[in-house]
């Protein structure tokens, strides 16, 4: 299986506003990384402005949200023989300047999973009401589940390892905040090492947020009610040798 270095895989739904923007972004501050978009399901031109911007572009042809999308993802970078992934959002507010960062830091804390994290001292974005208490209590039982403290578990932003990879690849969570809240669950019961660092977050260079106030409430709810399954589960994750391929 040929070895390769880094991909930067970016889930994409309806983000033809921001996603060539993102692409090309990425190609002058990494310019050594491979870029995979994974289309989940848009019905809009993400695909052909990702591929215009020079990006691999993985089309699924149903929207499973992006769980569904990054399991893609993260099969797609085991078959080729990845070494590292880091996920970047499509809509502009993760910095691809700031992806050395955390491979740095992957390095420096011996990192299986590390987590750009919102709420460590770095950068000003702020959360308040429902949505910032859901957030606090998540964080608080995460950081117990992955034996380490961790302040922002809803974070796209990740860097993972060959190891991530795989586990990832057979057993990452696509329903509603598996993506993030499920898949460290998922990571720290594989005996993985979960940390974070700092990062300051950018607003959205366009299209539309997927929280606003009014559903900050529900957000509450279904953020505990996913913690709830996620630690009742079973402890142990199976790595389909199929995935191996």
């Known amino acids: 299986m040929p070895q390769r270095s880094l991909l930067i895989i970016v889930p994409a739904w309806n983000e033809e506003a921001t996603v060539g923007h993102v692409i090309r972004e990425i190609a002058e501050k990494v310019p050594h990384a491979d870029v995979l978009v994974v289309n989940d399901g848009s019905t809009d031109r993400t695909t052909d402005v990702a591929r215009a911007a020079g990006a691999q572009v993985l089309e699924l042809p149903v929207n499973l949200g992006v769980g569904g999308a990054m399991r893609a993802g993260y099969k797609y970078a085991f078959r080729a023989g990845y070494d590292r992934t880091v996920q970047l959002d499509a809509d502009g507010q993760h910095d691809p300047g700031l992806v050395m960062t955390l491979l740095e830091s992957m390095d420096e804390l011996e990192a299986d999973v590390l987590i750009g994290a919102r709420f460590a001292g770095v ?123």
């Open 123 to 245: 950068g000003d974005y702020q959360v308040r009401g429902p949505r910032w208490w859901s957030m606090r209590v998540l964080s608080t039982t995460l950081s117990r589940v992955c034996r380490t403290r961790l302040t922002d578990t809803t974070s796209g932003f990740k860097a993972c390892n060959r190891q991530a990879i795989r586990l990832f690849a057979a057993n990452y969570p696509a329903e509603y905040l598996g993506d993030t809240i499920e898949s460290l669950v998922v990571a720290a019961r594989a005996g993985l090492r979960i940390r974070q660092v700092g990062v300051a977050m950018r607003e959205r260079a366009g299209g539309r947020p997927s929280h606003n106030p009014v559903k900050a409430g529900i957000f509450l709810v279904r953020a505990v009610l996913a913690l709830v399954i996620a630690l009742s589960r079973p402890s142990e994750p199976v790595v389909a040798e199929g995935v191996a391929a």
